[in-house]
């Protein structure tokens, strides 16, 4: 059963519009989630997070919401950029699972046009 | 950058050969993990240790065992790889999973794996 969803596999975006990047999620007992961002041929690299505690986190051009009565959380791009074009992984963190890591979904590919 | 070195980064090897990956750390992290990228699936998690010869099995655990004798190296072994275990091998690195403090996962950049 998967536990976190992307449901987009890619999304295409103008550069300088704004990319909204979306994550559903059926663990009740998740208290942390994050967003990791991939390019071809490189590890994930952490993005951005937010708490269980929050709705929103905001870094430069990057922020979270989180909607904990829908389960679903977005990461918006403002404004896009070329080098956003990546692959990019919500994961989120059972607060009662142990140091077993993160549960990652299967990623959504965003691909910034020019 | 999270200094986390995985070798080898590419590896082509024949179906029923054992083979070793390794993923080695300077930053003196408690935790290690062992995650597989494939397509339509995301990251999945192998196995995992949370200290010397502490480890525990992960999500898709079979056909894999590792092993940690040493803080800093964490290795993946295939008994005897199939096809199926052709994917893209990346280890992570936690300093602590819980507490007020979440610390996040660092990955290495991924070995590349084709089991012909």
């Known amino acids: 059963d998967q536990q976190v969803k992307q449901n987009s596999p890619s999304l295409s975006v103008q550069e300088g519009r704004i990319s909204i990047l979306n994550c559903d999620y059926t663990n009740s007992m998740f208290d942390y989630f994050l967003w990791y961002k991939k390019y071809p041929a490189e590890g994930p690299t952490f993005l951005i997070s937010?708490?269980?505690?929050?709705d929103k986190n905001e870094d430069g051009r990057f922020t979270v919401f989180l909607n904990k009565s829908a389960k679903h959380l977005s990461l918006h791009i403002v404004p896009s950029q070329p080098g956003d074009s990546a692959v990019y992984f919500c994961?989120?963190?059972?607060?009662?699972?142990?140091?077993?890591?993160?549960?990652f979904g299967k990623g959504t590919h965003l691909i910034i046009q020019p | 950058d999270a200094g986390i070195t995985q070798s080898p980064r590419h590896k082509v090897t024949e179906t029923g050969t054992p083979v070793t990956l390794r993923c080695h750390q300077t930053e003196n992290h408690r935790y290690m993990y062992w995650y597989r990228q494939d397509p339509g699936h995301g990251l999945r998690l192998i196995h995992y240790?949370?200290?010397?010869?502490?480890?525990d099995k992960g999500e898709v655990s079979d056909g894999y065992s590792v092993s940690r004798s040493k803080t800093e190296d964490f290795l993946l072994t295939l008994e005897s790889a199939t096809s199926s275990q052709t994917s893209v091998y990346f280890c992570?690195?936690?300093?602590?999973?819980?507490?007020?403090?979440?610390?996040?996962?660092?990955f290495g950049s991924g070995t590349q794996l084709s089991v012909l």
């Open positions: 240790s949370y200290g010397v010869k502490d480890t």
């Open positions: 992570a690195i936690s300093e602590s999973y819980t507490g007020g403090l979440f610390e996040k996962l660092f």
């Open positions: 994961a989120g963190r059972d607060s009662g699972g142990g140091a077993d890591g993160l549960t």
């Open positions: 937010i708490s269980s505690i929050k």
